[in-house]
């Protein structure tokens, strides 16, 4: 989140400056919150792809609203990413690779060998423009990040991710579905409408009898789900023909309340005046930094 | 259900492939098949289900081509002749990242994005299953290299570990690369095994020593992320191709170091996807988001083959050129024989391309210091002329002698500024300005033959007046001049004062006028451009003295010096930009050539559409005299393709056709409107123009009336525009009429618009949606050309979706719908009422006040969140139904009714609430409101019958177009066009 005229604009933007978050998807996992209560009574959290942090300090701020409470010394709060973060109070921070059982190992370390209550993943993969393959490995990184929430997620917790809902949305409706109670597509007000983002909130897990997931790092996704029947398809001794998958729609839910900002809106009350406020933290190094040097020296001209 | 059948598609192309001189291109599911040498298109065939085409591997007459999870073994036959395969789609557990054939000619392996390679049979069977231990990491990018049976090497590009280089047969790994920053996107090991080339996030290619990983140079360049690569000529150059949508060539050095060679804008906007190279014909083919193929000719000089040579020269070789030390080129001129000169120091030389030799024809002391050339190619012919009035014509035969030369003195003129020459029919005439205001603007008629003067005219010049440029027409002079103005000076009636008309494009000089097409009425049509970029077609009635613009357009950059159409009747046009001069093809939205000169202050000529679609332009770079030889197969354009980016929304009616072709427009988030002809019989959509008036992403676009078309956008951008179907060379569309805007948001966005016409009369009303919740209704002053704001209000603060008039119980309302999944009514029959009387009294020009929205008179809460798409039927003249798709996967049937006493009622009949597995996009009726088409962004379209109380679902198809946006229906015949727009386009039909 930098220093740009764009939050003249964005509500949510600006907001999320104003009240010290590091990105306004924050908002998002507040009215996610408003909607589910699902942080209500919770004592050990895990947020996976958690840089640069905006749901962690969503986290933090709920699970220790109350100072004093005799409960606080209960509740852990763990966030992972590849990325470093800068750190959030009561919040342990592991730069760790969410498919690598060590990661696992050190996070139950963390919560004494108790499993969490609640599960997040905001994490979504830089978008090539092709649609197929951005789903695809967007729906590779909800797969990783709930192969570790099986191994982790107590019986009848809750996994919250972010989803793209494209063409093949109902696939993992349908795989998600043989894990959870209820299966539910939310949209927050903060999330415009014109993107294809929602988040999936699955509640209550239960996980089939007798599988016992395990995560190893040779083992791919789809050999982590064989045997727990959620659907997907396993490489046999032939390559199969073309079938269609099961498929199903989950509940959509909107929530954040119709009457709060609409991120897709335009508002004119802040003054185009005002000073853009400083980035609550500094953007990170995009890959591409030495280009962009290169192109400001002139030196990427045609030939 | 009715019959539904696909008749075209249009959208990305992932990957191309030679196949010898055959092209193979995925689109979609699909692909298509070319013949290189004459551009045809061969076959459409299907391959997959649903899965898109990611790329395709070749083996003599064997072709595998996977995407997705899927991948399908197929002969070179097949593809050629069949319309379908997609019965031999086999499907992979993971997605598919590269297939290749074995060195054995019996299988295939295939790298999935977890790092593992299948070896299977072609007809599927699993041979075996190999990864390297600890190295599962998920890839973007990969390649299978097969340099023997018992070499074959994985090149794996993954998202953030680097590069990993593994031998299969060993399933060992053999190097990591890490110097990239970012996600690999492509990885290729040379297939003499020795080079390694890489591209990345970071927006370089890296090239690495395969023995034992060196890192041996990298190359900047793209300025956006690098797609894919590949080696080429002899492992000696590289073909690169980008989100920039250029591709690249590049050179290895004998020092390993990789050098830029050659920069091609193939694509538009954003991102060309694939590339590969004919090697034998050094024919580069790719294809990008926009849906083109193109091929490229990389050895247009032939100097492509000296790889070590002095690289791509651009120059023809004009040597021994002997000029003084103060000696510059004042002018030049290429003919059929070769090239004439004049100097500063007066001196005429000619170059002859038959002996490669100059030779001095003359030395003329007048035309010491200041002199201009200029000539007619068909004539042999040029004239040279001094600001005194001392005027040389001289011809050339064929093989360059000199065979005639005439002098010509004006001495009515105080100085000479300009002498335009031009032939039309039996006669050459001369154009001829002062600077002098007093000074008349004269012309003299030439005999061509003997070049003798057989008539003189002189006008006085008119005011503001500076020529720039000549067309004849029927013993008419029509020049072109500074302030964008045109005189038209009649040779027939010299004493007749000039015609003038001034700005018939923004900007400033007129940069060229030529003729295109006579009416019927004898009205003639011109294109003009202006040097400022813009380029108009005016059409001129020299007896009313009259003129209207049929079409204006910009070009997309730089400065436009000319444009014509050329045999196929495409529009061409050329000029400078920055430090290129180019030669752009505007119907086909193509550059064809380029060439660096330096920008356009220089001394330069243009020669375009010679024989064999040569063109030449000269130029003069550091007192040095350019050739360059522009072959019209330098490009060819296998697929023209559409829009850059999403299609967000599109238009037909019935009655708006040109040569049975049906006017279709397209507006696109890369802020061009089309306008493209549509085939009803084989859904071939061609784009005629792309208008470049808005500059930001589209909203709506929609027809209106007989021939008027209204487009919207942020920053409040609306633009009435004209459509002309009268004329023979092309349908041509003009912007007519902008809205006023009320801020300077950048993203106050007119989110949809409707209207109302009156009948008799030519004003409408228009009203508009806005993202900040306002709702405005303007009348259309058809007179004056501008909207009048009658009506303003806002509805809240959220971003409303649709807007539409109905007329119901007699009397206009608007209905509204918004973000907050609500449907809203207002009452605005007072101010319909008033206008209409104004009309119907004749008092129609004054103007009306602004009156402030009224409270709506009803509203129901239909959708849980924003309702994205509505279409409205009225049932009777007290109820209308209201259809949406919203944001929340549901579809829904509303009515608002009047019931006693001037009250309103309303009801949702019927939804369904998960209609769709995602966003509803779109709604609409067709075959008289009895059906009803739905598009969603899970990339579906559903049809259903519409009863009274229930919408039926009879049909349900998976669409190939992504970020599914909109459609539109053309009724015909007992069958429609369903057209789906989004990530390209589609046309459906759809028998009753």
């Known amino acids: 989140m930098g220093k740009s005229s764009k939050d003249k604009r964005d509500l949510y933007y600006r907001k999320a400056k104003e009240l010290g978050y590091r990105a306004r998807s924050a908002f998002k996992l507040l009215q996610l919150d408003k909607e589910f209560q699902f942080l209500d009574g919770v004592t050990r959290v895990v947020d996976l792809c958690a840089a640069p942090g905006s749901w962690s300090q969503v986290l933090s701020k709920r699970l220790f609203e109350d100072a004093d409470s005799v409960e606080n010394s209960e509740k852990k709060i763990v966030a992972v990413d590849l990325q470093p973060m800068f750190p959030i109070d009561n919040v342990t921070t592991l730069q760790a690779d969410i498919t690598h059982p060590k990661t696992l190992n050190k996070i139950m370390e963390l919560f004494e060998g108790q499993k969490a209550d609640f599960v997040c993943s905001d994490g979504a993969p830089d978008v090539t423009g092709l649609h197929d393959l951005d789903e695809y490995v967007q729906q590779q990184l909800i797969l990783s990040a709930l192969q570790l929430t099986t191994c982790l997620l107590r019986e009848g917790g809750v996994f919250v991710a972010k989803i793209f809902r494209g063409r093949d949305i109902d696939m993992l409706y349908s795989q998600l579905g043989f894990l959870f109670e209820r299966v539910v597509c939310a949209k927050p007000r903060s999330s415009r409408g014109t993107s294809l983002e929602s988040f999936i909130v699955c509640i209550g897990y239960k996980p089939p009898k007798h599988w016992v997931p395990k995560l190893d790092v040779n083992t791919s996704v789809e050999t982590f789900f064989e045997g727990c029947g959620i659907g997907r398809l396993s490489l046999e001794d032939k390559l199969a023909g073309y079938s269609e998958e099961p498929r199903s729609i989950a509940e959509f839910i909107s929530c954040g309340g119709l009457d709060s900002f609409d991120s897709d809106a335009t508002y004119h009350d802040v003054p185009s005046n005002k000073p853009a406020l400083d980035p609550v933290q500094p953007p990170t190094n995009p890959p591409y930094k030495r280009a962009l040097e290169l192109k400001r020296q002139g030196k990427l001209a045609r030939t | ?992």
């Open chain 2, 1 to 992: 259900m009715a019959l539904l059948s696909e008749l075209s598609h249009y959208g990305p192309s992932i990957c191309v492939k030679f196949v010898r001189e055959k092209v193979l291109a995925g689109y979609g599911p699909f692909v298509h098949v070319y013949d290189s040498k004459n551009g045809q298109l061969l076959n459409v065939v299907r391959i997959f289900h649903i899965n898109k085409v990611h790329g395709i591997s070749v083996k003599n007459e064997t072709i595998v081509i996977y995407g997705g999870k899927s991948v399908c073994v197929v002969k070179l036959l097949a593809l050629m002749e069949k319309k379908d395969v997609s019965s031999d789609e086999k499907r992979c557990h993971e997605w598919i990242i590269d297939a290749v054939f074995h060195a054995d000619d019996k299988r295939i392996l295939i790298l999935t994005s977890y790092n593992q390679v299948i070896t299977c049979g072609y007809d599927g069977s699993i041979e075996s299953v190999t990864g390297i231990l600890g190295e599962k990491a998920i890839l973007y990018s990969g390649s299978i290299r097969v340099l023997s049976k018992n070499e074959i090497y994985v090149n794996a590009g993954t998202v953030l570990e680097g590069i990993i280089i593994w031998d299969l047969i060993k399933e060992k790994t053999l190097l990591k690369l890490t110097g990239h920053e970012g996600s690999i996107f492509s990885v290729k090991t040379s297939d003499n095994g020795k080079l390694i080339a890489s591209c990345s996030d970071d927006r370089s290619i890296k090239l690495w020593n395969f023995e034992d990983g060196r890192l041996l140079s990298t190359a900047w360049g793209h300025t956006a992320r690098i797609w894919d690569l590949q080696f080429i000529c002899d492992n000696k150059r590289i073909a690169s191709v980008s989100e920039d949508s250029t591709c690249r060539i590049w050179r290895i050095l004998e020092t390993s170091e990789l050098v830029l060679e050659e920069t091609y804008n193939v694509h538009l906007i954003k991102s060309s996807w694939g590339v590969d190279v004919n090697e034998e014909k050094l024919v580069a083919a790719t294809c990008g988001n926009d849906g083109k193929v193109v091929l490229t000719n990389l050895n247009q000089d032939g100097t492509m083959r000296q790889s070590l040579g002095s690289g791509l020269s651009s120059e023809l070789a004009v040597r021994d050129m002997e000029l003084g030390e103060t000696e510059i080129i004042k002018g030049a001129f290429w003919l059929e024989f070769g090239i004439v000169v004049v100097t500063s120091m007066g001196r005429i030389l000619k170059y002859s391309n038959s002996n490669s030799e100059w030779s001095a024809i003359t030395e003329e002391p007048r035309f010491i210091s200041f002199s201009v050339m200029t000539g007619i190619q068909s004539q042999g012919l040029i004239l040279i002329w001094s600001s005194s009035g001392e005027l040389l014509l001289m011809r050339f035969s064929q093989n360059g002698e000199l065979i005639q030369r005439k002098n010509l003195s004006i001495r009515s003129m105080s100085k000479i500024m300009n002498c335009l020459l031009v032939l039309s029919g039996s006669d050459l005439m001369i154009a001829i300005e002062s600077p002098n205001s007093r000074d008349p603007f004269m012309c003299v008629k030439l005999d061509p033959k003997t070049l003798d003067k057989t008539m003189q005219l002189s006008w006085p010049k008119p005011l503001k007046f500076v020529s720039t440029c000549l067309a004849v027409l029927d013993e008419k002079l029509v020049v072109g001049s500074r302030f964008s103005s045109v005189a038209v000076f009649d040779m027939a009636c010299p004493n007749n004062e000039p015609v003038v008309w001034r700005n018939l494009t923004p900007g400033d000089a007129i940069s060229s006028i030529s003729f295109v097409e006579c009416t019927s009425d004898e009205k003639s049509l011109f294109s003009v451009t202006n040097r400022d970029g813009f380029y108009a077609f005016v059409l001129l009635d020299f007896k009313k003295k009259s003129f209207s613009v049929l079409h204006n357009n910009r070009v997309s950059k730089g400065f436009l010096e000319g444009a014509f159409y050329n045999e196929s009747g495409d529009y061409i046009t050329y000029g400078f930009r920055s430090s290129l001069f180019y030669v752009f093809n505007e119907t086909k939205q193509q550059e064809i050539a380029t060439e660096v000169c330096g920008g356009a202050h220089r001394l330069w000529k243009f020669f375009p559409n010679l024989e064999n679609d040569v063109s030449i332009f000269l130029y003069v770079r550091a007192k040095k005299l350019h050739v360059k030889k522009f072959s019209g197969l330098r490009t060819i354009v296998l697929n023209t393709g559409i829009h850059g980016r999403e299609i967000r929304d599109l238009t037909l009616i019935n009655k708006l056709n040109f040569k049975g072709l049906y006017l279709l427009c397209t507006g696109s988030e890369d802020t061009t409107v089309k306008l493209n002809l549509l085939d009803s019989k084989t859904g071939s959509i061609k784009t005629v123009w792309t208008q470049r008036k808005h500059t930001s992403g589209l909203q709506r676009c929609k027809f209106f009336g007989s021939n008027f078309m209204i487009s919207s956008g942020a920053r409040e951008e609306l633009f009435l525009w004209e459509v002309n179907t009268s004329m023979n060379s092309n349908p041509y569309i003009r912007m007519l009429a902008s809205l006023p805007t009320s801020s300077d948001s950048p993203d106050l966005r007119i989110m949809d618009f409707d209207f109302l016409g009156f009948e008799h009369f030519n004003d409408f009303l228009l009203a508009t949606a806005y993202s900040d919740s306002a709702i405005k209704v303007w009348r259309y002053k058809q007179k004056c050309s501008k909207f009048e704001l009658l009506v303003s209000g806002h509805y809240k603060d959220c971003c409303l979706l649709n807007i539409k008039f109905t007329m119901f119980d007699g009397k206009l309302h608007l209905i509204v719908s918004a973000t907050d999944g609500m449907l809203i009514l207002w009452d605005l029959n007072i101010v319909y009422s008033s206008l209409y009387e104004r009309l119907i009294s004749g008092s129609g020009a004054e103007s009306l006040p602004t009156q402030s929205l009224p409270e709506f008179v009803s509203r129901i809460s239909v959708h849980k969140a924003g309702v994205r798409a509505i279409d409205v039927k009225a049932l009777s003249s007290k109820q209308v139904r209201i259809f949406s798709g919203g944001d929340d996967n549901a579809l829904a049937m509303t009515d608002f009714k009047i019931i006693e006493g001037n009250h309103y009622a309303c009801e949702v009949i019927c939804r369904n609430q998960s209609a769709s597995a995602s966003t509803i996009t779109s709604v609409g009726l067709f075959q008289n409101g009895q059906t009803l088409a739905t598009t969603s962004v899970d990339q579906k379209v559903q049809f259903y019958n519409v009863s009274e109380n229930e919408l039926n679902i009879v049909g349900k198809r998976a669409t190939t177009v992504a970020d599914t946006g909109c459609l539109a229906a053309l009724e015909l015949e007992e069958r429609a066009m369903i057209l789906i727009g989004g990530m390209g386009l589609s046309v459906w039909n759809y028998e009753y």
